[in-house]
Structures are given as structure tokens and as C-alpha cells.
């Protein structure tokens, strides 16, 4: 059995993104180097790591977080996010919701609802 440890996000914009994810997530988090910013909740991991002109291209990546209420527009964009109405949701099981998002870096965040 396998269970989620960590994740990362690549952050062209570092300050940014580690403010838009401290906001969303309503955690400080911690910073552990020059290049690397750490949030922890519930025994996961999400890091957000510095990218510099000497990495490979930036791959955007795609991230799906829980939540007990889907963001709105407005608070996605207050931290510094981005939505586009435009861009369809993927197959959800039925009764589920979800809403998509752009961070500062351009990675994809869905937040799924979850129900208790």
C-alpha cells in the first residue's frame, strides 16, 4: 500500500507561488533552502522548488488538492491565482465537485470537493 508523501510544484515566480499556496492553503509552511519552500498538512507534503535558467524546460505540473469547500474565483485570484471559465472539468463520479485554477507558475490545481 502506498500512500502520498510529497509533492512539487516548480515555481518560475518563487515568491509568488509559495504566497499563493500559503494563502490557499492557510498554512506558513517553512522555508528549508534558497530554492525550496515546504508545506506540510496531514502528513503530505507539497514543496515548492525555485526553478533558474539552468534546468531543464518547465513542465507545468497538474495538482489536485481536497477541500471541504471549493474556492471562488475571486479568492483564487486575491492569492495571486489565475481561472479560466473556458477550460472544461474532467470526468468527476457523480454528485462530486471541482474547480480549476492556475497558479503564479502556471501549474493546473483542481480542488475537489470532499464530503464528509
Known sequence: MFSLHQACVPALD???TVDFYRLILK???????????LFESGGARLSCVRMGGHECAHQPTALVLGADRLPTAKEIQAAGGRTDARRPLFDLPEGAGAALATDPSGNTICFVLQKP
Open 14 to 16: 518563487f515568491e509568488a
Open 27 to 37: 498554512l506558513d509552511g517553512a522555508r528549508v533552502s534558497a530554492r525550496e519552500h
